[in-house]
């Protein structure tokens, strides 16, 4: 399970050269798939990677391996004429020999809410979208810019963002969820750790006693047993354990503008 959100991780820059729009495309990446169907070319994909479940239409497309692997002889058979691939997702050994297959790769990858609107509109480039994609790009920005203003002025609060719970993982610079929090005017007490997805130790953050805890997995029982042992902390003693869709809030697409809305209106709303 912790692939899936993982997976989510790693956000869009595209280099690629202005040319025919393609007709066979294939998708690396789940966050990839997404912007792909954003732009209006979804029926172009012939083959993605496991997880790409967003939106529904994506159930319907042959899986041609995962984040652990590829099936080449499937890629080949598909005959793409583009394959958006996960530079740092994707092994390097799998980009070596994709490389060789002679097909158009476009590569991805970023870390801040901000890069999105330019890897739209490169992708759109790419796909022959280019003025959607600028509509788009355009229109994230300006309701990213909106949901700012919003929640400006209200109170920071301190919390610890739960990315994974065994081992315990939270988010710092460098990760794309990171960029988003002090939207919400959240703040993340390892932030500036060298990792952008640390590991770190529960004495570490009952130190820091949290006002909110954010858990970027399925609410569950033994998830807010675990925390409930620690009464002490802000985030535990005013019942404010906040779970998201980290699908929603993690992929590097136009719908992670509803999954950072939702988070701040909840956090704030336990005010």
Not at 27 to 41: D, G, N
Not at 66 to 85: F, M, N, Q, R
Not at 228 to 241: F, G, R, S, T
Request: hydrophobic share 45%; aromatic share 8%; with cysteine.
């Amino acid at each position: 399970m912790l692939s899936r959100w993982l997976s989510a991780f790693l956000g869009l820059s595209f280099c690629v050269v202005a040319s025919a729009a393609p007709e066979r495309i294939i998708a690396l990446s789940p966050h990839a798939v997404e912007l792909i169907f954003s732009l209006e070319s979804g029926d172009k994909l012939v083959g993605v990677v496991e997880h790409s479940d967003y939106p529904r239409q994506a159930l319907k497309i042959p899986r041609i391996g995962s984040a652990h692997g590829l099936s080449y002889e499937t890629i080949l058979a598909l005959k793409p004429d583009l394959i958006v691939a996960w530079e740092g997702g994707t092994s390097e050994l799998a980009l070596q020999k994709l490389s060789k297959l002679g097909i158009k790769i476009v590569y991805s990858h970023a870390s801040h809410y901000q890069e999105l609107p330019q890897q739209i509109r490169e992708l759109g480039e790419a796909l022959g979208k280019v003025e959607l994609a600028d509509r788009l790009a355009t229109q994230y920005l300006k309701d990213m810019a909106a949901l700012q203003q919003r929640y400006q002025d209200k109170p920071a609060k301190k919390v610890f963002y739960q990315l994974w719970d065994s081992p315990l993982m939270t988010v710092a610079n460098g990760a794309w969820i990171q960029s988003l929090l002090p939207i919400c005017q959240l703040e993340n007490p390892f932030v500036g750790l060298s990792k952008a997805y640390p590991q770190v130790n529960l004495e570490q953050v009952l130190a820091y006693e949290p006002e909110v805890i954010i858990i970027a997995q399925d609410d569950e029982p033994q998830r807010r047993a675990v925390w409930q042992q620690w009464p002490y902390i802000p985030a535990v003693k005013n019942d404010a354990l906040v779970f998201v869709n980290p699908d929603r809030l993690h992929r590097p697409t136009l719908r992670s503008l509803a999954g950072i809305e939702e988070l701040c209106q909840r956090v704030h709303a336990l005010d």
